[in-house]
T-cell receptor
Framework: GAVVSQHPSRVICKSGTSVKIECRSL??????MFWYRQFPKKSLMLMAT?????????EQGVEKDKFLINHASLTLSTLTVTSAHPEDSSFYIC??????????????FGDGTRLSIL | GQQVMQIPQYQHVQEGEDFTTYCNSS?????IQWYKQRPGGHPVFLIQ?????EVKKQKRLTFQFGEAKKNSSLHITATQTTDVGTYFC??????????????FGQGTILTVHP
């Protein structure tokens, strides 16, 4: 149980392109989804918290207009990297949690998306 | 803000040796979670500790939560090559608007030489 699917797994595109990444909870309802960015051999850096039906909460220093998050249903959240540039190249991982008000629930991670901007 | 520190950053061991990673939080935690990320993979939830002084075992892995609920450790007995990966501890963010957010430690990258 608790499977999270993330798509695509890898994207290579030109600078200026917008890239959409999908995160789906396959066998549970995810009231909260999280988007992380991870650099090689580094920890997970939380970018934003996405709650179904409401606006995402962004961490300090993360540009809202650059990283658009939509959580339209209890099983799907999307992250769109708008007008991507080489410095946006990274490993993006989503995770999902089944309850937003109960902090003890573990997070279940997608496989991640490796984004390379040329 | 809340900080979760983890040491060591890297650990190289020979297969069969033991391994320990330590996690320290700047604040008291309601619980602590441990995750493992294999090379090229995504983090996978291992365990959650809730009670002060709690000790839990999963086969060769032993997890401890400190009495003050500010530190934790993961000990692997007789490492195997399948133990290779990065081990993260994570604590929930404090505050009413945390929405289940976690603060992750920097991770310990474990390499096991056969």
């Amino acid at each position: 149980g608790a499977v999270v699917s993330q798509h695509p797994s890898r994207v290579i595109c030109k600078s200026g392109t917008s890239v959409k990444i999908e995160c789906r909870s396959l066998d549970f309802q995810a009231t909260t989804m999280f988007w992380y960015r991870q650099f090689p051999k580094k920890s997970l850096m939380l970018m934003a918290t996405s709650n179904e039906g409401s606006k995402a909460t962004y961490e300090q220093g993360v540009e809202k207009d650059k990283f658009l998050i939509n959580h339209a249903s209890l099983t799907l959240s999307t992250l769109t990297v708008t007008s991507a540039h080489p410095e946006d190249s990274s490993f993006y991982i989503c995770s999902a949690s089944s309850r937003s008000w109960y902090s003890n629930q573990p997070q279940h991670f997608g496989d991640g998306t490796r984004l390379s901007i040329l | 803000g809340q900080q979760v520190m983890q040491i060591p950053q890297y650990q190289h061991v020979q297969e069969g040796e033991d391994f320990t990673t330590y996690c320290n939080s700047s604040t008291t935690l309601s619980n602590i979670q441990w995750y493992k990320q294999r090379p090229g993979g995504h983090p996978v939830f291992l365990i959650q500790l809730v009670k002060s002084g709690e000790v839990k075992k999963q086969k060769r892995l032993t997890f401890q939560f400190g009495e003050a609920k500010k530190n934790s450790s993961l000990h692997i007995t007789a490492t195997q090559t399948t133990d290779v990966g990065t081990y993260f501890c994570a604590g929930p963010n404090a505050g009413g608007t945390s929405y289940g957010k976690l603060t992750f430690g920097q991770g310990t990258i474990l390499t096991v030489h056969p």
